[in-house]
């Protein structure tokens, strides 16, 4: 309601909040309008993920030797000094004489004493 007990008209809505109805309204310009701003919003996601992706291959080259390619960008874990969990998890340990018990030893160890 106005001041004078008058309803309020959805153009007077829209003109108190900067929005124009009507015929002077621009359709296809505002259209444009809003599928450039979703180009920047996509260029701007696309430049985020790139800056993240750099950030990670960063963190992964302070742990590994070698830096890392872009299929092994994620952090690998190490169950001892030096020795990537992957390479336990191939070991052969169900089998009490199997030749793999050997290096299992030898990575509990650098576990326990390379620390």
Same mark, same amino acid.
């Given at each position: 309601?106005?001041?004078?007990?008058?309803?309020?008209?959805?153009?007077?809505?829209?003109?108190? %909040?900067?929005?124009?109805?009507?015929?002077?309204? =621009?359709?296809?310009?505002?259209?444009?309008? %809003?599928?450039?701003?979703?180009?920047?919003?996509?260029?701007?996601?696309?430049?985020?993920?790139?800056?993240?992706?750099?950030?990670?291959?960063?963190?992964?080259?302070?742990?590994?030797?070698?830096?890392?390619?872009?299929?092994?960008?994620?952090?690998?874990?190490?169950?001892?000094?030096?020795? =990537?969990?992957?390479?336990?998890?191939? %070991?052969?340990?169900?089998?009490?004489?199997?030749?793999?018990?050997?290096?299992?030893? =030898?990575? %509990?160890?650098?576990?326990?004493?390379?620390?």
């Amino acid at each position: 309601m106005t001041e004078s007990g008058e309803p309020v008209t959805d153009n007077q809505v829209a003109s108190n %909040l900067g929005i124009r109805i009507g015929s002077s309204c =621009d359709v296809p310009k505002t259209f444009k309008e %809003l599928q450039e701003k979703r180009k920047d919003q996509s260029v701007e996601a696309a430049e985020r993920r790139r800056e993240e992706r750099e950030t990670v291959e960063q963190q992964a080259s302070l742990i590994h030797d070698s830096p890392p390619t872009p299929s092994r960008i994620t952090l690998i874990m190490q169950i001892a000094p030096g020795v =990537d969990a992957a390479v336990w998890q191939r %070991l052969k340990l169900g089998d009490p004489n199997s030749a793999d018990w050997v290096t299992a030893i =030898d990575i %509990l160890a650098a576990r326990i004493h390379d620390r």
